[in-house]
């Protein structure tokens, strides 16, 4: 059965947002960890924590998938940044782990002019104050376009900052179909080439979760700009075919395209019939 819902909104709660994934018939869903631009977050009381756990299993989620704040840079050469950064994804991992979130995914960072080397350096000590050997929730890095310094645009990338941390099995990837294709991974023409890629680099089981976004930017234009599902460059044959592919179709996929929960409702309904039409 295929997985696939939305980034949430939490503004009304975590147990309203669940709520209304099962509106939106979707099965899963992402949230951020906390404010994405800033740094507040809020303590869900127990009745509230409850009610959210009662609903996810009643309905059957698949996993969960939290998202670190934008304004973390874990790769920053900048001492006061780079200390937040440090801050939020040790307390992130712990708050979200205690909600039982399943997967909390992370944009690598930016590297700022320090260089590539020196930032998966900082990214890797961060991880090493944060992650712990207990911990069920396990940290995904995302995939990312490449605009400015960002760090993690190629498997190799990401391959190194995984092999540096000391709980590698609670590491994984959230592969981010517009970020990849920006990047200059042509999932349009030769989506088998670039899953053969990943499993020569990474492998094939660290693949936890699948960003599903059109992307507005051409290919390899290393530019980070979603486009609505069919309505970009990447093209809803070429989504479906990330869907369905075997080596895919099992994971959990989430919506971030420009549209809020009712448009994003629509997208879902709307990828189900194609996907009907297609295998009928
Ligand atoms: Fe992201
Ligand atoms: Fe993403
Ligand atoms: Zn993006």
Redesign the pocket.
Known sequence: MLTIGAHMSIAGGIAKTAENVVAMEANTMQIFSRNPRGSNYRNYGQEEVDAFQDIRYRYGFGPLLA?AP?TMNLASGNEKTYEFACMVIREDIARMDALGIENL?F?PGSHTGIGVEAGIGNIISGLNQAVTETQNITVLL?TMSGKGTEIGVTFEELKKIRDGVCFPEKVGV?L?TC?VFAAGYDIVHDLDGVLEEFDRVLGLPLLRAV?LNDSMMPFGSRKDRHAAIGAGEIGMDALLRILTHPALKDLPFYL?TPFDEEGHAKEIAMLRKELSNRSG
Do not use: F, I, L, S
Request: charged share 30%; proline share 0%.
């Open positions: 998202h934008y995914v944009h995302e959230c981010d970020h960003h971030e």
